[in-house]
């Protein structure tokens, strides 16, 4: 296991923090509570970009009062409270007063008291329908993203663009766009039931497998990983497990992206690199969160009633992966397997292909070769860099080398990140020379 960093006392209490800088410190406090926040006065108000707004009053509330007062003893509650407090007066200043009475009824006329800390348990219900309403079908995948990123994980407009290598304008358009839409097609402020709940959580579940994706490996830019995304992820996906106990493919993707992130450190090499899975140092993965990961999974087994679903197969997979000590240890023939199951649950071109990874491995690169080939004019993976890279490393295994070097310069084309590029035209380099030798 990696050496964990020393902690200081100080950071678990923000009282202590706020002494070294009051400003930092009820930031830091902000971006923590900023979601229970939002999710709280969003039930009052039923628009979560007005909730938004009030929680950014309260901020502002803070950052005047707690360098003079001091911080409070539960800061979450103070924030919560305040901006409840700002949306009770805002309702009450609308002419249509006595209608919004009658819409939230007693959650306006109980709302949390500004000295008393929140309930637990009404916050953590109030979380959970923020995640759903932020990762609505009605939105874009995009826009979801993006909303999902500014109010569960409270990350900035300028910090998802950077992120996602696009303009912060094109963040800023999207996440509007985003709250007008729900604001505009009354989209309920809820945890939807039955068949409902059942298509809506798949949404929120894609959502955060997405975020985590695109840190773990980054589709444009400089570098393979983006390690904040990744972390963002997996806090929302714990988070979302936290909330929703008895869901089982909610603990399924929780141990995917445990599993998944316990390898990032010997993903690439000191200068960014990728490394290969065959060619990591396995003792560089995290063995505190493979061991949560395993955790995760045997409570998305422990509570499912019927067949696994995708999460829940990948996670599988992951832990196959997880369980081998080095690489030449990798139950193949199960991953193959598991990986069948999956392509005819999801149906997906690229489970397809890694299908045929473990296919390579587990009966050789002949059988692997004709799945590939077969989804060559799949129109999902026309531009897709890695259907070239496996064809190029089957066709190497075969001793084509020539035919793979073609492969890796076709994939080296296809990909926009640059670490994966220049990987991919070292490899048809290599076979190069080989064909040449």
Partial sequence: MEQQPATDPRDDDPRACAAADPRAAIETVFRLESPRVIAAVARVVRDVGLAEELAQDALVSALEQWPRD???ANPGAWLTATAKHRAVDLVRRRET????????GRDLETAVPFEEPAAPDDIDDDLLRLVFTACHPV??????IALTLRLLGGLTT??????FLVPE????QRIVRAKRTLATRNIAFEVPYGPDREARLGSVLDVIYLIFNEGYAATAGDDLLRPALCEDALRLARQLAALMPKEPEVHALAALLELQASRTAARVDPDGTPVLLKDQNRRRWNRMLIARGVTALARAEATATGAPGPYALQAAIAACHAHAYTYEETDWPTIATLYGLLAARTRSAVVELNRAVAVSMAQGPAPALEIVDALAAEPALRDYHLLPSVRGDLLLRLGRPAEARAQFARAAELTANERERHLLLRRAEEAGDEAGG
Avoid at 169 to 172: D, F, Q, R, Y
């Fill in 97 to 104: 007063y006595a209608r919004k009475l009658a819409e939230i």
């Fill in 139 to 144: 939105l874009s995948a995009d826009a979801r």
């Fill in 70 to 72: 001091g911080v409070p």
């Fill in 158 to 163: 300028a910090e998802i663009a950077r992120a």
């Fill in 169 to 172: 304008s094109t963040v800023a």
